[in-house]
């Protein structure tokens, strides 16, 4: 190897290696939890489309309505989901989508919502 390739090997290692200890960039905006009343209320928007809006599932549906189940019965399906040990056929991958903080405060919107109603 002559000096210049050496040069170029030693200033790619220097480069890579700072590459590495570059810190994670931070989560983008979007991504971060956002609690508030209409926050929570647009996570949970995410769970109609099979639960029904606001959680009161459609007449016939083979969905469970979440509308008025008691918070903790909710987050302790959905603990058991996103650990695998409850039987799902999709709630183990939407589980696994959000934090516990997240799950709570959906809970506890859902928990408020009438049973009946539109
Ligand atoms: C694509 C359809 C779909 C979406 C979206 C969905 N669910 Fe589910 N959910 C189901 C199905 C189907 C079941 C029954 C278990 C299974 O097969 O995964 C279920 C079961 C549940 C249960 C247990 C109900 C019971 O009777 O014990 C809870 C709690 C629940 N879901 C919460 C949620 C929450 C909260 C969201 C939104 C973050 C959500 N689900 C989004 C389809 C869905």
């Known amino acids: 190897m002559n000096k210049s390739r050496a040069t170029l090997a030693l200033a790619s290692l220097v480069a890579s290696a700072a590459l590495a200890q570059q810190p994670a960039p931070p989560a983008p905006a979007f991504a971060g939890p956002n609690l508030s009343p209409k926050g929570v209320a647009a996570m949970a928007a995410n769970c109609a489309m099979c639960h029904g809006?606001?959680?009161?599932?459609?007449?016939?549906?083979?969905?469970?309505?979440?509308?008025?189940?008691?918070?903790?019965?909710?987050?302790?399906?959905?603990?058991?989901?996103?650990?695998g040990k409850r039987e799902a056929s999709v709630m183990h991958q939407i589980a696994k989508g959000y934090s516990d903080a997240e799950i709570a405060a959906m809970a506890t919107y859902f928990a408020a919502q009438a049973r009946e109603g539109s």
Request: glycine share 10%; net charge positive.
């Open 53 to 83: 809006t606001q959680g009161r599932a459609a007449p016939g549906s083979r969905v469970a309505a979440l509308a008025g189940r008691p918070a903790d019965a909710t987050v302790e399906a959905m603990k058991a989901f996103k650990e």
